[in-house]
C-alpha cells in the first residue's frame, strides 16, 4: 500500500514540505543559487510537482501540470520520494538501480543534495501534521 492515500494527499504534503523549505533561508537560497527548474513525476499515486529557481529570486512550487521547461526531471513512484525525504533513498543508487530516473541536468540536481539533507527532518514533522489535521 502507497504512502499516500491519493493524489491530493500527495500534493498536500509536498505544498507543505515545500512551503517550509522556502522558509528555510539557508536551504533556499542556496537552491535559488541554482536557478533550475526541477520537475518530479510521481507515480502511484500520479502526481507532479515543479519547483522554480530559475529568476534566483524566490522559490515557486507549482502542483500539477504547467507550461514551465524543467532543466531538470525526475521520475519515481511516491513511496521513493517518501523514502528519499525520510532520508532513507540514495537518490545516485536509485537512479543506478532504476528506482528514479532523470532527463536534463541531473548533475546539477545531485549536486544541492546536500542543501536539501536538513529537509531530511522537516519532513517527519509535515507528515505528523498533516496526519493530526486528517
Known amino acids: 500500500m502507497s504512502r499516500f492515500t491519493n493524489t491530493q494527499h500527495l500534493y498536500a504534503v509536498m505544498e507543505e514540505l515545500w512551503s517550509r523549505i522556502k522558509a528555510d533561508q539557508n536551504m533556499s537560497n542556496r537552491l ?48 521513493v520520494a517518501h ?21 536534463g541536468q541531473v548533475n546539477k540536481a545531485l549536486a544541492l543534495l546536500p542543501v536539501l539533507k536538513p529537509a531530511f527532518e522537516i519532513y517527519p514533522g509535515v507528515l505528523e501534521d498533516m496526519e493530526k489535521s486528517a
Open 83 to 103: 523514502h528519499f525525504w525520510l532520508g532513507k533513498e540514495n537518490p545516485a543508487l536509485a537512479l543506478l538501480t532504476g528506482k528514479m530516473q532523470s532527463k
Open 32 to 79: 535559488l543559487q541554482s536557478r533550475l527548474i526541477v520537475r518530479f513525476h510521481y507515480k502511484d499515486p500520479d502526481g507532479w510537482v515543479t519547483v522554480d529557481g530559475s529568476d534566483g529570486k524566490e522559490i515557486k512550487v507549482s502542483i500539477g501540470h504547467n507550461e514551465l521547461k524543467p532543466d531538470v526531471e525526475m521520475f519515481m513512484k511516491a513511496d
